[in-house]
């Protein structure tokens, strides 16, 4: 899978792999209610489907998260944007990025 946003990224550190195969089994085991992780072969970029809350603008809507792990994840947060098209939302620009500052 490609992206308008593809940052040059370092190869993950030990912890960080190690890190990443435990939560990423943890999620296909027990994923959380909305979100679905969609297999890629690629532990540094995980691809996440979400779907809109019942009862909300976003209901019956399907997004696309990509979060990038950086090198000395859990250390440093990883990057989550919104591949397009990305929600109309005031909090998400339409590049897809999250206004931090809701966080």
Same mark, same amino acid.
């Given at each position: 899978?490609?992206? =308008? =946003? ?6 993950? =550190? ?8 435990? #939560?990423?089994? *943890? ?7 909305? &979100? ?7 532990? @540094?970029?995980? +691809?996440? #489907? /979400? ?9 019956? #809507?399907?997004? @696309?998260?990509?979060?990038? &792990?950086? *090198? $000395?994840?859990?250390? #440093?947060?990883? @990057? /989550? +944007? ?6 109309? $939302?005031? $909090? +998400?620009? =339409?590049?897809? $990025? +999250? ?5």
């Amino acid at each position: 899978m490609t992206s =308008s =946003s593809a940052p040059s990224r370092k190869t993950l =550190s030990k912890i960080a792999c190690n890190r990443l195969q435990k #939560e990423l089994v *943890e999620w296909q085991v027990n994923p959380p209610a909305g &979100f679905k992780h969609k297999d890629t072969d690629n532990l @540094q970029r995980w +691809i996440i #489907e /979400v779907n809109g809350a019942p009862g909300t603008l976003y209901a019956n #809507e399907t997004y @696309q998260l990509q979060v990038d &792990f950086p *090198e $000395h994840y859990p250390m #440093e947060a990883p @990057q /989550v +944007i919104f591949l397009s098209p990305a929600p109309l $939302h005031p $909090h +998400i620009y =339409s590049n897809g $990025h +999250i206004c931090l500052g809701i966080i």
